[in-house]
């Protein structure tokens, strides 16, 4: 980028500030920052710049850099939650397509700012990953790269088993009482003259309730842990903790800011080229994907919806919910401020909507993919539960003294969907790394419950 | 007011920690391969590749698990252009399904990593430990091997290869003629000398490999499937190691006959087995062509030990012993599909030869190659026979 176009830019981020204030939105400060693609790409790759060292961020960074060498894709933006946001622009972009990602940067940082979601998280994170990272490397020293790594893969392979929900919980789990030793030879001669307690206070259970956050369960009660084990375990937890809101509102703060970003462009001047330009983008942006949903398409399109909707109601809408004309922009920003994506979808996903944009459920069948439904309710509800959880199978943990052998006995909650039984395999030696203890996984399979269990030499398979 | 934005650029020129990152990612793809080697040495597409190009080799396990939903079984949605009706396919086999958040290669289903691997980068791995055992200084020595030596001196270079000895020299050299006085100081460019790498060229002994192969008809597609293998990575091998090693090509059935490369690595004949023909053609060779004074001498068979009698055998076992007298080493691999099978008549008239350079592997699974080619080509003779 020569230094023409980069004060031209400066000039731009300004005015497009301006105008984003006037139309309602309420940003962090932000600061931008022009850097080549391979540092757009190694961000994103990462998640957030300066994190810590492990190999599956440099699968990402070089799967990243080969979609882009090879011209598949490219990453526009990448803007990050903080106060103030970080966010980065490509220095290879024309300044059109610099000038589209400001507007879009500036409407999800208004997203960070206000959804309920993001309201807890934590906007020093760039500071909190640099010191975990730093913290992480000196175990490495410590304890040599291959065991902080080999450790790291454990803990990875479990990084989704979280609980976003932590801090509204009640107490934190009890350790388990120690239980009364087992009966001793002579204890019935020295309890002949008191009679023997008949029965001991019944098992109580550990945890009381299931536990849904599998990182602070096992940080908190495996018992064969290092202390820099343990903080491991917790960086990651706190590092996911961080991401959740993100994934749990993708399509929304998609949405959210490719309206916006639409509606900032059309009120710049712009010269005839810059227009085309910005509508090929935009459209690009915007294209349909066959096998599952463009988050910036759908979202853009409910909020639209929603926005026609609430700006001119229907006549039942008027007469029996009572709704105003004219209240679309405002619907928009109260949609912004409460709601993520599953909320979203179950909301305002309408009929016409999954007609207008073509949902479909498919199926594998063979070696093709086959649509096997169009019924608009199907869809969503499949949508709501493809994304319940951010995609992942929600999985607690039962019981974490299992067979009163201090053995622990997962549970997925199946809710229709089978796992992947090889992966939970595999995955399930990593929680017994972790563990120090046999492991155990209720799940169903052809729709009969199964266990499956490793014991820190071989993997088992029984039905229940 | 001015706006709360802010835009700067910096020098990222020299930041790295992708880069290290995935070079890390690169190095567990390479262990992934060191420990696939015996699956991937005989991988079909490498055999019959040209040599030249890059090969795919699917490594297990560099996909970090996860609990997560099997795609294959169960339901997804995706979008049309509208009008899209229940039994219309919308693509083939498993798409790749979004992941969380991260994109990095997650197809689901697919629980291997393919690695792209050059045919000579894996012959390096393969190669790695492996040389021409006993190899002996002879009359005439004719077989090169090439060392790169760091000497000689230019008068440009990389400083990491700075002469300091030899500068200070000059420089003191230099002064002495200026300032008749042999004081150090005041170095300047054309007081540098650095080190540079030489090729150097050793002349090492003579050698010849006599490959022998069965191409009976009771060698079955898996015989010769792994008997090719073995040679095939035998001929780099030797290729690539010792740029003079002559390789004698016989195959047999009844009969012996010396061939081409070509024709040898062509699948076979059909026939009844006659093993001492080809020992016979051997020496016969031997005598002719590759006088044991200057030449070291070492035979390879493959077989299925399916031989023709016992007559036949006890004459091998003859012309065995009287082959070692003038080999190095005389390596015998008996390929016998199936573990349950037991060993051949001929294997059990070569137990008899108790010499340690007489070497017997027998090869029940494909992943049998690479230990066959570790017995035969092992730095020093195994201390007792036969490997698997």
Redesign the interface.
Known sequence: ?DDRT?AE??RA??QI??IA?RLGLDPF????????A??M??IG???LP?RF???????????Q?TLYDYGLTKIYELVINSN?AYAFLL?SNSLLQNKLVVAHVLAHVDFFKHNAYFEHTNRQMIDTVAVNAERIRRYEFQHGRLEVERFL?AV??????VDPHVRFRRQPTPPPKPRSAPPAPYDDLLSLTDPPATSEPGPTKFPPEPEKDLLLFIAEHARHLADWQRDVILIVRQEMLY?IP??QTKILNEGWASYWHARILRELPLSDDEAVEFARMHAAILA???????PY??GLKILEDIERRWDHPSEEERLVLGRQPGQGRAKLFEVRTLENDVSLIRNYLTRDLV??????????EG????????DWEK?RD??VR?MTN????Y?VVEDGDYRRNGELYLK?IYEG????????E??LQ?VYQLWGRPVH?ETVLNEKPVLLSYDGEKNTRKNL | MRAPVTLERHDWSLHRKGAIDQARHAEKIKEAIRENLPQIVSEEAIITSDGQRIVKVPIRSLELPRFRYDFGRNRHVGQGEGETQPGDTVGQGSPAGPGPGKQAGDQPGIDYYEAEITIDELANLLFEDLQLPNLQQKVTENLETETLKLKELARKGAFSNLDKRRTVLENIKRNALKHKRPVYGGISDEDLRFKIWVPETRRESNAVVIAMRDVSGSMGEFEKYISRTFYFWMVRFLRTKYTNVQIVFITHHTEAKEVDEETFFKLGESGGTKVSSAYQLALEIIQRRYDPNAWNIYPFHFSDGDNWGDADNRRCVELVQRLLEVSNVFGYGEIREGPARSTSTLMSAFQQIKDPRFITVVINDKRDVLPALKAFFSPRVPEASGAA
């Open positions: 980028m980069f830019l400066e981020i300004d500030w301006a204030q400060p932000v600061h931008f920052e022009v850097v080549p391979e540092v790409y190694e790759a990462y998640g300066g060292s492990h190999w599956t961020h440099g699968r990402a960074y070089h799967h850099k103030p220095d893969d990875l392979s479990i990084q989704e088993h991401f993100q994934l349909p994907t066959k096998h599952h949903l463009n398409y759908v007609e207008e944009m073509g949902l479909y459920i498919y199926k594998v070696d093709q993919l086959k649509v096997v439904e169009t869809v499949l949508i493809s951010f995609g992942n199978p999985i997925h969907q089978e796992l992947d039984i090889a992966y939970a595999r995955t990593y996984l």
